[in-house]
């Protein structure tokens, strides 16, 4: 939501002139009495505690005090006022008065947001008062001490840029709700924006029917998340820079990329691993999943190292395929849809409002009239007849897609390699317009099929629709990539297995060092902890990646990772009627 990313931009820039008018102070009384020139061995502490005793008394007054309620309590007008033009827009909710509910939030934001703020000028000065006495006790020349002043100022001003993005998050999440309970709406559903990626549990609770229609609830009976604590839409989602290597995404759903202006969090670990990641995407812990920004040099992230794994067919291995890479082979493998525009401000200001969002899907579900054994050696034929075809020309280089290929699906290197060149064999008559390419189609078709004989007379149901007149070259394409896909997962690598999600991770990290964690459905993955020793910030500006997976987690960095973006649509309670009237007659039909 554009207004939203306004006001966040705005509460921002009043906070960072916060920042820089007690640093212009620090610079003006504090640094002069620790440089050279105004440096006295045998008085300095006394000096200093005496200025910044001062300054405390400054920004700790009441006059200080009743600024920050002030600009505490324009901060959440702005944002009600921007949640008031949205809903308008969005659902048709027009707000003539604020009720007592309202009026009682928007005190307690203006509250917590003002002790916030009167927080940010107090700490900056005790963590520039301890480092100078740590920093001038150790023995550090007096400009050394004046450069880990100036690093504290940076520390600061983060500070303050998480504090405007966290509140504006929460005041939205808490005003928009009270503003549809409001409107009459007693209930919301929890939507997955536009089918992207969620949290296991997140997605869980939107397929869930607890009465009232798939992903529908009382405001007043919340769902709860997997330690039974009740849950409202609203967190945010995050990503990684293209040379992110992912090491783990087996069966992945969806892939995403978006442009990307701002920091990037950067964690070294005790490993060696740099990781780089948006700051609020959420890295699996031995207390379970924290935003990267809340993370410490100390704490410990899972890590889940390069190993072997067995699948239903056999072994396969962690990928090293970098996100940019992924996507890119991604766009020749699964189905590029038209880009999604982001709205509702689910990405903190990450994405303006509007901003394209490019997303390419991969459909698991194996369709009613496929027989796995018979498609086996049906593609085993074909995969031979395509290692014996000369190709010139394809839809890329057979090695960019053999990472990706083998990532996803956990296949052997040697038929994933057959089974590339049979897609970029296909992929020449897919590059025409529609009568040309299902001429050109069908002839490449033919000559395999003639190799390969009486297999395919088996499955003519399954490759008749590769010659439906009625669908164009790009859907037939996309048809034989979901059908090499299919048969290269359940057939040759991962079948119905899972790696583990992040719900098995959390269940058993902190409990034991290290251990196998088990999925539900049969992979096991060796995991152990590793210590953040450096974490740091760098600016960014490009594309940044990530990764739908049905189970909740996949592996980057060799470190669990998993995000959310989830959002509440109120629903009439007219609709709430239909949908229990709905279920009752199927009941009744069932019974």
Known sequence: MAALSRSEIAYNQILQRLVNAVKKDIDEQLVPAILPSGYTKDEWGADIQVIVDRLLAKWTSTGFKKLAQRMASGFVRTTLSAIDREQKRSFGIDVLQNSPEIVANLQAAAIQNANLITSIPEQ???NVSNSVFTNMRAGLLPREVAKQIEDEYGV???????IARDQTAKVNGELTKQRQIDAGYEY??????????????????????????????LWSDLPTNDEGQPIQPGSDYQCFPGWSPVNIFCGAEKVFRHPFNGELTTFVMESGELIECTPHHPMLTAEGFVAADLLNVGDYLVNV????????????????????KLFESAKLLGVLGEPMRAFCGNFHGDVAHGEEIDVVSFDWELPREFDLASLKSCFELLFACADSTSTNSGCASISDIEECLQGLTSAPSGIVRSACKLLSILSAGFRHPDEHGFASVSRRYTDLAQSAGDSLSGNAEVFRKLFDARTSTK?????????????????????????????????VVGVTSEFCASGKKGISLAYKRDRIIEKGVREFSGHVYNLQMSNGLFIAHNTGLSNCRCTAKPIRNSVIRRNQEEAARNQEQAA
């Open 124 to 126: 900056y000065l005790k």
């Open 156 to 162: 600061t001003q983060r500070r303050a840029r998480f």
């Open 188 to 217: 919301f559903q929890w939507m997955t924006s536009h089918d992207e990626r969620v949290r296991h549990r997140h997605a869980e609770i939107a397929r869930a029917d607890v009465g009232y229609g798939p992903g529908i609830y």
């Open 305 to 324: 190292p390069n190993q072997s794994f067995r699948t239903a067919n056999g072994e396969a291995k962690s990928s090293q395929v970098v996100f940019g």
């Open 475 to 507: 859907e037939r394409f996309d048809l034989v990539k979901r059908y090499v896909l299919l048969v290269m997962r359940h057939s040759f690598g991962l079948g119905n297995l899972e790696a583990p999600g992040s719900k098995e991770f959390t269940q």
